[in-house]
């Protein structure tokens, strides 16, 4: 399987609603990502979690918090978020936090928009 | 971090070899060239990728320049089904595998 699994596949919720997307995957990977991609921009990296620890935040809003309950699973929970906010969130996983010579996968993405 | 550039766009004729070049001439020793493809509507997913040598899979070739300082990703019978976004990506190991996206080609391929 190698297959990442997220879901939902779309969401729109409002401004003042509490969502969470989710992301699983069952290779044995140890380092999961979220990434957000607007319309027509590559994908920017939003957190990096290395064996269930967060690794990396790259100045994320405190609306956007993410978690990781085990090695399989990554969330990322919403609250209060802004019409800008709306894009394509995506998430990968791959071997080692360290290991740059191996692939990653990356999920088909949640489709997010705020009304 | 070592950066990537890419030109905006390319075109190419189905059935047709096509050439995508990256430049990186800020890439160290310890760079892994990666290339990733993103489909319309989907997320992106590992083309392939190198260190020192050329490299070849099943879905495409990885040409990396003497220096470093350049690659290309080689498709060679491109097909309708190739229409994508490709990035070039630097991966360092000190740094880790944020895998930071520049902004990529898009390859149109006319039947």
């Known amino acids: 399987d190698t297959e990442v699994t997220q879901t939902p596949k779309h969401l729109v919720m409002g401004m003042t609603n509490k969502k969470s997307l989710k992301c699983e995957q069952h290779m044995g990977h140890r380092a999961m990502y979220w990434y957000k991609q607007k319309a027509k921009k590559p994908p920017e990296l939003m957190f990096v979690y290395s064996y269930e620890k967060l690794s990396i935040n790259e100045s994320v809003p405190s609306r956007f918090s993410p978690e990781c309950p085990n090695s399989s699973l990554l969330n990322l929970h919403l609250h209060a978020l802004q019409p800008e906010d709306s894009a394509l969130y995506l998430c990968a996983s791959s071997q080692e936090f360290s290991r740059v010579n191996t692939e990653a996968f990356f999920g088909q993405g949640t489709r997010l928009t705020v009304v | 971090d070592a950066k990537t550039t890419q030109p905006n766009s390319m075109e190419s004729n189905e059935e047709e070899p096509v050439h995508l070049p990256c430049n990186h001439s800020?890439?160290?020793?310890?760079?892994?060239i990666h290339w990733y493809r993103q489909l319309p509507s989907q997320g992106p997913e590992y083309v392939i990728h190198?260190?020192?040598s050329n490299v070849n899979n099943r879905m495409a070739s990885l040409a990396i320049a003497e220096d470093r300082k350049s690659s290309t990703l080689i498709l060679h019978r491109a097909t309708l089904r190739d229409a994508a976004v490709y990035y070039c990506?630097?991966?360092?190991?000190?740094?880790?595998?944020?895998?930071?996206f520049g902004t990529g080609t898009s390859l149109t391929v006319i039947p």
């Open positions: 800020t890439i160290s020793g310890t760079d892994y």
């Open positions: 990506i630097l991966r360092d190991a000190p740094l880790g595998n944020q895998f930071y």
């Open positions: 190198g260190l020192t």
